[in-house]
């Protein structure tokens, strides 16, 4: 008895195509973990360099209007000092900018006449006046607060300058106050050799009276000129 299908083969299906393992989408390259890291640190350079920025511009703007208002305070200060020098100074000579003021013309004439010829005409009412008036500038100037003025204005070393600008001014006019006096003795003097030796001092302290003159008034245009009062340049200003 023969057995069914002996002999006859399998058949074999068809074979499966391998199966896929899963590929993982790609992160997008903004979202990758070093991408962030770097991109947040630049971020927070540019926001600090902005703060900087900033900052520094807002400490020089205020720096700026500081020295500004700083600058309008000295200058204001140094008006009203200039205004009384103008006043004072005047009263007994004549500003001849940029040089110091001719203060005691009268002097000069009683002392150049009297070392020549020995006769003036400069008259002994003319020499007291003057020196009353230059004895009233003088005090004026001394009494005037000009330490007030300047304190607390920024002028650092240069309030040193404005002082003492105002003691030699003060010292000047009493300077030409004594060679006032001592002309006019001289022009009363009876005894030739007495008037010349009065003559004389008063010469002497004329030349200081104007030595002291020079310097306060070089003094104090170059404050004026560092305020920004004196617009025009001047020779030999330099402290």
Do not use: C
């Not at 607060?145 to 920024?154: C, M, T």
Request: net charge negative.
């Amino acid at each position: 008895m023969a057995i069914k299908g002996k002999g006859k083969s399998k058949s074999r299906g068809v074979a499966k195509p391998p199966r896929r393992e899963p590929v993982p989408v790609p992160v997008p390259f903004i979202a990758r973990p070093w991408i962030r890291i770097v991109t947040a640190f630049l971020v927070g350079i540019a926001v600090s360099w902005f703060a900087i920025w900033v900052t520094n511009g807002l400490r020089t703007s205020r720096e700026a209007e500081e020295a500004t208002a700083e600058l309008e305070a000295q200058r204001q200060a140094l008006q009203s000092w200039q205004a009384e020098v103008e006043a004072e100074v005047g009263a007994v000579g004549e500003f001849q900018d940029p040089s110091p003021p001719a203060i005691a013309a009268s002097v000069r004439t009683a002392i150049r006449d009297l070392e020549g010829d020995g006769d003036t005409s400069v008259t002994a009412d003319a020499l007291r006046t003057l020196a009353g008036d230059l004895d009233a500038a003088a005090d004026a100037l001394e009494g005037f607060p000009l330490a007030d003025q300047i304190r607390d204005k920024g002028f650092g070393p240069e309030a040193d300058t404005i002082i003492t600008a105002r003691l030699e001014f003060v010292e000047a006019m009493r300077a030409y106050r004594g060679a006032a006096m001592l002309i006019l003795l001289a022009t009363e003097a009876d005894d030739g050799d007495v008037a010349a030796a009065l003559t004389e001092r008063a010469s002497d302290a004329l030349a200081s009276a104007d030595g002291l003159l020079a310097d306060a008034h070089r003094k104090y245009r170059l404050s004026l000129g560092n305020a920004g009062i004196l617009t025009t340049p001047d020779i030999g200003l330099q402290p």
